[in-house]
Structure formats: C-alpha cells, structure tokens
C-alpha cells in the first residue's frame, strides 16, 4: 500500500508559522480550523466535501504570499481528485503544481522535490510507471541538492521506487530499494512509515514466491512493535498485514485467525475506533464468504458454519454501526449491502438478500420506513432526500439484481418479481438522472453519464426478456427509450434549455448570462488542460478561477430555481420522450430505415424500425475481441505506404464482417429500401457505413477498390446522434442564402505573429498547408448562389463570430480543421490569421457550442470535422456536434483527414444535387458515386470519398441562385405592363368620379 503523510502532520507543520499582523492571525487560524475539517471529511470518506474544503483553504494562504503552506493545500487537492477517482485530472493537475511551485519556490527546493515525488507516486497508482520513473529521477536531483544524504526523504523516495518497479514486474530490483529504504530511514523511521514498508517488502517477498520472508518480516515487526511501542492500532494493522497474506494464499483459517487478532487488538486497546473495529469484522465476514467456495460442500457442517461465521461477523459489523450512528446512516449501507451478497450467494437465501438489500436502501432514505421490500422509492418526483447517491444506487442495483434472478430461476414464474425488477430498473435511472441535475462539475457528469450508459445495457437486457415472455411491444418500446436515453445527454439536456428559454419565460438577458458562466468554465477548463502540458506556461490562478466560476455557477443554477421554478423544471425534464410510433409517422418512409445501435458488455443490440414494422436484435459478442477487430478494420481506411494486396483484404474481411455478422445490416433488402437512418453507438460513431459490402468479390488476389459491393450504391445514409433529435422542428429561415469561408495559410505571417500567439499555437499555425481546392469550392459556390463570400484575410475568426447567421441557410466553411486527441473541447478549425489581438483565429468547439448559428445546413469541408473523444453518455466531442449545440439543424462532417482535391469535387457535385431538389443524403450519395465511376485504381479506395457524411435532419435544401438577365428583363416587362395597367385604373376612377361630381 502505497504511504501517504497524515494529514495531522500537515496541520502541525502549518499552525507553526509565524503571524505577524492580525488579519494573518485570523487568516491562519481559519485555515488550521479547515483543515481539521478536512481531517474529519477524510475520515469519513466524504471526499467530495473534503474537496471544497480545501479549495477554500487556498485564498487564505495566497493573499499573503505563504507559498509553501498554499502548495501543500494544492497538492492535498491533488491526491483527493485522485481519491475521487479522477486519475486523469490528477495528473495533469500535478504538471501545473510542479510549474507552479518552481515558479513561486525555485527549481532546487526541498518542496519542489518533495512535489515531484508525490507527482511521481500518483502515476505509480495509475499505472504509468516510466513516467513515474522519470519523475522520480528529477526528484532524486533536486534532493541531492537540499536534502542530506540521510534525510527520510531519500527512504520516501526508495520505498515509492520500489512499489513502481513492483507494478514494472522488477520485483527483485523492488526489494533492493525497500532494503535501501529502510537504511535511509534508520533510525528516524516513524511507525507507519515503518509498517508501509514492512507492508510492501512482505508483498515483494510474496511475489517472489518467498513466502518464509515475507511471514518473517510480518512477525518481526510485529515483535518489535509488541515490544517498542504503545500504537497498538499499528499493530492491529501487522496483525492485518499476515491475515491478507494468508487469505491471499487462500489459507483461509490463518487468516481468520490474523484479522480476528487484528479486531481483538483494537476492541482490547483503541475501543474509540469503532468504525475501524467495525470495518474489521466486515473483513472478517469477507473472508468467510470468500472461504465458501474453497469447501468440500459435502461437509455440510463445514459449509454451514462458514455461511453463519460470514453472517454473524458481517451482523456484528452492523450493530457496532447502529451503535455509532443509529439505525439511519451512509455507512450501514455497505455492511447491509455485504450481508444481503452472502445470503444471496451463499445461502441462496432470496428473501433474506432482498432484506439486506431493502434495509441497504432504507440507510441512504433518511425519511423512509416502509419495510415492504416490494417498496420502490419514488425518486423521479425529485422530493426523495438521499445524503450519499452512489450508495443508494448501489442498494436499488442489488435489489434488480435479487428480483431477476428470482424470476428467471423460477419454475412458476411470479409477474411481481419481473415488475419490481423494471421499476427498479427505472429506479436506478431516475437517481442518476436526479443527480445529473444537481452535478455542474464536468468530471462528474461523465462518471454519472457513464453509469447511465451501464443501466441501458442493464435495462435493454431485461426488457428484452420482458418482451419475449410477454408479447407485449411496450417492453421493446422501453428498451428503445433506454437507448435513445442513453445517448447525447448533454445536446439533449441543451436543447431542452433552449426549448424550456421560451416556454418557461427566461428573460434573454438569463438566457445570455447563463451560456457566459457555462463558456467560461469550459474556456477555463481547457486552458488548465493545455497549459499542463508546458512547465513553461504561467498558470497561476487557473484553477482557482475555475473553482471560483463553478462556484458561481452552482449559485445561479440555484436562483434560477427558485426564481424561474417553471423554466427549471422544463429544463430538466431532459429525456427523450419520442416514441417509435411518432418516429414512424413523422420521420419514416415506405423506403427507408432506422437502424439504432446500442453497443453494451455482452451484445450489439440493433433497433431496426420501419414504416410498419419495429424490431429489436442482439449479436452477442466478447466486447474486447469486437473492439479489437473494428479498430483492426478501421485502420485499413488509411492509404499506406504498402497499399498492397494484405490491406485490401483486411478491409474487404472488415467491411463484409462489419455488414453481414455485426450490423444487422443483412436483414434489409435494397430492392425495398434506398435510406438508411444510422444512430451509431461507441466506437460505431466513428463508422461512415456507405464503405461496408454487401458481398465479397470472387477475386481479392487484384486490388480493386472501385469494383467492391459498397452499401453506398444501394442507400442514401444520414446519421444522428438519436433518433429523437430528427424530429425537431424545422428551423425558419427566410433565404437559403450561402454563407462560404476559405481561409488561407501564409506562413510568412508567422513570424509577425509570435508575439500575439503562443508557441503551440504559432507552431500549429506552421503545420498547416495551403488548400488551394478549398479556395475552389468558395470561388465555385459564389459564382452559382446568392449569398455572401469571404477569402483569405476577411475569413477571419472576429469576422466570423460577427456574423448575423438568421440571413443565411447554409454555411459552408472550406479550412483545415485540427483535432486535439488529448482534449477534445480545444479541437478547433484554422481561420486566416490576421493578426487580430481578440482572437487567435482558432475557433475551438467550446466557443462555437455558445455561438447562435439557426442555419439548415452547415458544411464543414474540412478534416476530422467528425471525429472526436468518444464518452459514454456524451458520444462524440467533436466540431461537428458543437455546431448541432450552436442550433444548426444539420451538418455535412468528416470522420479522417480529407484529401484536398477529391474533396473539393465531392463538394461540388453536392450541391448540383441540392439544386435538382435531392435530399442532403441523396445529394452526397450521387456525388461519392460520381467521383468513385471516374476514379481509377488507389484513387477509388475509401480514403478519398467515404469521410464526408450527413448528420442530422435530411430534409431537401435549395441554395438560393441569383436570377438571370432573361428572368430580370421579364420581370421588368411584367412590372411596367403593371404600372400601365394600374395608371389606367386611376385614370378610369378618377374619370368615374368627375362625371359623379
């Protein structure tokens, strides 16, 4: 187990600075009252709030330039993040403290070496060992230079190393540094640095396969800590240390007897620690449960006692916490939870796990008593109080899984178990669904998004079974609502917010208040992502402000609440509620298709819905070996230097593999059927399906990439993220004017540039290339359609954000589109650099999600443009889905880098297409087919024609065209045969009226 310095110690090192003035003083003493708090937070594991403690902390310490103290705040932020689960975050988090601090404390520091090792550390526990290696190693240079060479320092240092070349497999080398350690530390090893690193040689030992020294170490520190010393809550944790070896020997009996030894130790010396001793007889009813199945089950007596020793320590655990903290608690949830997994395990005793289970979700509903275990809490209706969500989910999760197994196993099936296995299904969706309301911070969101992917898997399974036993198509109906659900959360949830803007009377002003809280929080979150990467960028304060900002935002999300009760319930009444019926009225056609696809742990479900019929299918699969093979057929979509005959098979196997055994796509007659309605799911996003085969050739010894089977003859394709978001209402538009952008890229502009620009950014800019087929395409669309068109230098970001888009219904953008694999949110497309101080003229996705963009059409006719960050939950980050947020009804993406010229041709003949009335999809479709009839020999291959595809709404768009002399000249006639016609009713009236008067 990998050490960490007691927070306490932190506490005494900080009270011991001197104060000097009284707001100092004051100051100091408020952040040595925080961090007891923190200390209590930790202890109870509520690291959340331990979380905001801290940050709170930090301000304190700043103003008056307490350095240290302040670096030491971050980096217990650091390892809480890590704590949280956000391991990613972390990291990055430790880059910009060991810039910060070599900027506030120097390069050769105690501290700065001190950082680096905890840096170090946590990529050790994300199992990033040679860059923890490398940290490590800039420690040991600094520490050469201010620590002595026996400083406990150095026993941090080695101990840590060796628990790095443990996880490396350098086992041996591992034992060497615990050795060294231990002489570094010498005499002024502390008791737990002490037992860590008895701890870990016990495990090097153990893995080594040298058992005798590991059991040695263990009974020699515990001899000496008998002997030595009064801790005897480390000695229960040595007692601990060889009843886990032993139970992961399997010597169920020793071990046993050592966490028995373990609870006895603390019950007879530290009885305080009841949560500890608690936790211990969990332990203990862990090991029995785990014992079980080690048994010769024919010795009934053994196995029966093993089940009552697992229940009665499991129970013991319980009633110390219903001393502790009563009947009703977060932490009895767990133990309730534990019991109710051993009689369902092993006594297979339903009724007796249901009650556990039950009993685990009462401790998390503090206002609940019903005892019936049927009792399904109703938390959709958002007045149900839960202090600790996970630990609720957790126990509503527990009972679906009683009630399936109960209502499968059975003989005599029982309809109740299978309606409480649904409505606890549902359950668990409205907690998280309940939860996301009350999340801002973005990291949590996608673990909450991610949980509500896992309960789609979860329901489509069992409402899949609910259909099959019943007949009944309002199960598979479910089940589709799950998928849809489970999708784009986040566009659904800002879609919603727009809808619920003008129904529940948001004043505009709000309206713009709130999109600018949530585009400073993203623009701070990416700037704290990139300038992580460089030690040499100054990031002092950016994550203060972003705490800051988020901070603020929770207080206006709050008021909105209170003040706008009607909007905010709009807001988040957030799922998708359209229903197959309405898609096959309103969307569908006697010749197309909706495919949705939802890809889970053990299947591929395929929606296929039509015009009169709706149908559900599942390929089961072993999940890593399918995404194994996709990722395998998705690198044959690249030309390679090879280009030979092995990769012009592994796409033919991949693109018959995907079509005929995965996709259900075999179960749909082109003779019947010309559209294909695509919502892709996981790494499917990422598949244009118009490059799949229907047949294989008869020959793959000659490459011929011109003459395969493509589904691209047979269907028009569209894509969506959900079905649901087809059926939006049709954006008004007045004109169908084009609005068309080519930039271009001068490199001598560079240089002028440097001092404007970042050196990522100017060496990005250096990288670009110049598109000459992109400055064709504008230059061709402006001689054909109204509209407004700009090159070069006026293609420029300011310009751009500048523009009224209500007059335009297509936008077309013609530029290199740059995509940031490490974070998404700073993919961007490259404007004309200008040498605008208010813009970089890289226009990244978080500022177009905020822009107001109501056009039909957006072209993007650049690389990658569709390409992104998969999450579940969120689906693809992408430039694309950020022009869907911005309010475009449909955009014309690219999945890969696209090859200038081909592109610029495709372009072209789509919009011919457009002219004669075809749909967006129909338009792309003829125009790939175009280009690929002309294409000869590698020019065929997918690469070339396949990336550009249709998202969203596929309705028919006529791009305006200006009129021609012959239709003016006309015009003219017809207007003053009108004027003529309208003088001589004048003339008449007026006659009429003097021969009146």
């Known amino acids: 187990m990998l050490k960490f310095r007691s927070v306490f110690i932190l506490i005494g090192c900080l009270l011991g600075t001197a104060m000097f003035a009284q707001t100092l003083e004051q100051d100091t003493a408020k952040a040595s ?361 957790g126990a509503i999760e527990a009972k679906s899984i009683v009630f399936r197994d109960w209502y499968r196993d059975a003989k005599d099936k029982d309809p109740k178990h299978l309606d409480a296995l649904l409505k606890y299904i549902d359950t668990m969706d409205d907690l998280l669904t309940q939860q996301l309301r009350k999340t801002s911070n973005i990291n949590d969101q996608k673990l909450i998004m991610a949980a509500m992917h896992k309960v789609a898997d979860w329901a489509l399974r069992n409402y899949d079974m609910a259909y099959k036993e019943r007949k009944d198509i309002k199960y598979l109906e479910k089940a589709f609502q799950y998928s849809e659900n489970s999708k784009s959360i986040q566009l659904l949830s800002t879609l919603q917010t727009n809808e619920a803007s003008q129904l529940g009377g948001l004043p505009e002003a709000i309206q713009i208040e709130e999109k600018g809280f949530q585009k400073k929080i993203d623009e701070l979150t990416v700037a704290l992502i990139e300038a992580s990467k460089d030690k040499k960028n100054k990031i002092e304060g950016l994550e203060q402000e972003l705490f800051e900002a988020n901070q603020a935002y929770d207080v206006f999300i709050n008021g909105l609440a209170v003040d706008y009760p009607n909007y905010f319930n709009l807001r988040y009444n957030n799922k998708n509620k359209k229903t197959v019926k309405e898609l096959q009225a309103e969307l569908l056609t006697e010749e197309s298709v909706l495919l949705e696809y939802f890809f889970a742990d053990r299947d591929i479900y395929t929606f296929k819905i039509s015009k009169n019929s709706f149908e559900l299918f599942n390929k089961q699969i072993d999940k890593a070996e399918a995404v194994d093979k996709i990722k395998a057929f998705y690198n044959t979509f690249e030309i390679t230097r090879d280009r030979g005959i092995s990769q012009f098979k592994a796409f033919v196997d991949g693109a018959y593999f995907m079509y005929n055994d995965l996709l259900q796509l075999n179960t749909i007659d082109p003779k019947e059927i010309g559209h294909l309605i695509i919502v892709p799911d996981g790494l499917l996003s990422y598949l244009p399906f118009e490059l799949l085969i229907s047949e294989l050739p008869k020959d793959t010894s000659t490459i011929d990439y011109g003459g395969l089977s493509y589904l691209l003859h047979d269907y028009s394709i569209q894509y969506s993220y959900t079905a649901g978001l087809l059926l939006n209402k049709p954006i008004k538009t007045s004109y169908n004017r084009v609005l068309g952008l080519a930039a271009s890229y001068d490199s001598s502009l560079i240089a002028s540039t440097e001092a404007l620009r970042s050196p990522d950014l100017s060496q990005l800019r250096a990288n670009l290339q110049p598109l000459k087929g992109a400055i064709d395409e504008i230059k061709y669309l402006e001689k054909l359609y109204l509209g407004d068109y700009h090159f070069g230098a006026a293609a420029n970001e300011g310009k751009f954000k500048k523009i009224d888009f209500s007059q335009y219904g297509i936008v077309h953008l013609a530029m290199h589109g740059v995509m940031n694999k490490d974070n998404p949110m700073a993919s961007s497309l490259a404007f004309t650099e200008n040498k605008d101080t208010t813009e970089d003229n890289f226009l990244n996705i978080y500022e177009i999600t905020y822009m107001n963009i109501p056009v039909e059409l957006v072209v993007l006719s650049a690389c990658e443009t569709g390409y992104g960050k998969f999450e579940d939950g969120e689906g693809v980050k992408s430039v694309a889905r950020s022009f869907m947020y911005a309010g475009a009804a449909s955009v014309l993406m690219t999945m890969w880098e696209v090859h200038d010229m081909a592109m610029s041709k495709i372009m072209a003949d789509f919009y011919k297409n457009l002219e004669k009335g075809l749909t967006k999809s129909e338009a792309i479709q003829q125009a790939k087919l175009s280009y690929l009839k002309n294409a000869q020999g590698i020019a065929a291959h997918p690469f070339f024609w396949a990336p550009a595809i249709i998202l969203g709404n596929d309705r028919p768009i006529h791009p305006a065209k200006p009129m021609s002399w012959l239709w003016i000249l006309g015009g003219l006639v017809l207007g003053i045969v009108s004027l003529g016609a309208i003088v001589g009713v004048v003339k008449r009236s007026n006659s009429k009226k003097e021969k009146v008067a």
Not at 114 to 143: C, M, N, P, R
Not at 301 to 308: E, K, M, P, R, T
Request: proline share 2%; hydrophobic share 35%.
């Open 33 to 393: 009252t925080l961090l007891k708090k923190v200390a209590e937070q930790q202890e109870a594991v509520e690291l959340e709030k331990a979380d905001a403690t801290l940050r709170s902390i930090l301000p304190l310490y700043a103003k008056h330039q307490l350095w240290a103290e302040e670096i030491e705040i971050r980096n217990y932020i650091n390892k809480n993040i890590f704590n949280l689960g956000h391991k990613d975050s972390c990291l990055a988090l430790y880059t910009e403290l060991l810039t910060y601090t070599e900027e506030k404390l120097g390069k050769v520091s105690k501290k700065m070496a001190s950082i680096y090792l905890d840096a170090g550390t946590h990529h050790v526990l994300a199992y990033k060992l040679d860059e923890a290696l490398e940290l490590f190693e800039q420690a040991e240079e600094i520490a050469i230079k201010t620590y002595g060479a026996s400083d406990v320092f150095w026993g941090d240092l080695y101990s840590t190393k060796g628990i790095c070349y443990v996880r490396k497999g350098d086992t041996h080398k591992a034992i060497e540094y615990y050795l060294n350690a231990r002489k570094k530390y010498g005499k002024k090893i502390t008791p737990s640095d002490n037992y860590s690193l008895s701890s870990n040689l016990v495990d090097a030992y153990y893995i080594t396969n040298n058992k005798n020294a590991a059991m040695e170490e263990a009974k020699t520190f515990m001899a000496s800590m008998q002997k030595n010393t009064q801790d005897y809550e480390m000695l229960a944790k040595a007692y601990k240390t060889v009843g886990l070896i032993s139970y992961i020997e399997r010597k169920y009996d020793k071990a046993v007897e050592y966490f028995r030894k373990s609870v006895n130790t603390l019950e007879k010396y530290n009885p305080e620690l009841k949560l500890k001793i608690s936790d211990g007889y969990s332990d203990l009813g862990t090991i029995y449960k785990d014992s079980y199945y080690s048994l010769d089950h024919n010795d009934s007596l053994a196995v029966q006692n093993c089940i009552d020793s697992a229940i009665y320590n499991v129970q013991k655990s319980i009633d110390i916490k219903h001393q502790v903290y009563g009947l009703k608690d977060v932490v009895l949830s767990t133990s309730y939870r534990s019991l109710g997994y051993i009689y369902f395990e092993l006594k297979k005793d339903k009724e007796q796990a249901l009650m556990a289970f039950h009993n685990s979700m009462l401790a998390n509903l503090p206002l609940e008593t019903n005892q019936d275990p049927f009792y399904v809490p109703d938390i959709a209706s958002g007045t149900v109080v839960f202090p600790n969500y996970k630990n609720l989910y």
